[in-house]
């Protein structure tokens, strides 16, 4: 065996149809396989998946509803227990101020988000939170164990 006789596998090429290359070949002739007139028998026809023919497209026949508010704030939730975790794998200080920095940091959330502390769970330690909101079940958690909740804005 040597180069001169390589050749592919039995079925690994498929032999590629050139069309508009004379009617000798099968496939030329006025139509090249386009078939008879009609847009897409054209040179350079190619229509949208969507267009449906100058019929009313799909997206403007079904009706529209509800109401997008431009100015909402979205807040990434964080419950009081999730802050406890964090703080007894080492990921946070409990003697540190926790920030949404400090939250990025330990992976709790992502940058430039606004942070929401929720009260959900227990809260064994007193933490000094800084967040951009809290949840009135988390602020008097977090108090009761002896922490201070600040509303930071942004």
Not at 15 to 32: D, E, N
């Amino acid at each position: 065996m040597d180069l001169s006789n390589l050749k592919p596998a039995k079925g690994a090429t498929r032999k590629r149809k050139r069309i508009g290359r004379g009617v000798g070949s099968g496939y030329g002739g006025h139509s090249s396989t386009k078939g008879d007139k009609g847009q897409k028998s054209r040179a350079g026809a190619s229509i949208p998946a969507w267009f449906e023919g100058g019929q009313m497209p799909l997206q403007r026949r079904v009706p529209k509803f509800g109401f997008k508010n431009p100015f909402r704030k979205e807040y990434r939730p964080i419950n009081v227990s999730r802050l406890s975790e964090l703080v007894r794998a080492g990921r946070l200080d409990p003697a540190e101020e926790i920030t949404p920095e400090r939250l990025v940091e330990a992976g709790a959330a992502r940058k430039a988000e606004r942070v929401k502390i929720l009260g959900g769970g227990t809260l064994e330690m007193a933490l000094n939170v800084s967040a951009h909101a809290f949840s009135a079940s988390a602020r008097e958690k977090i108090e009761a164990a002896g922490g201070v909740a600040t509303v930071i804005g942004k």
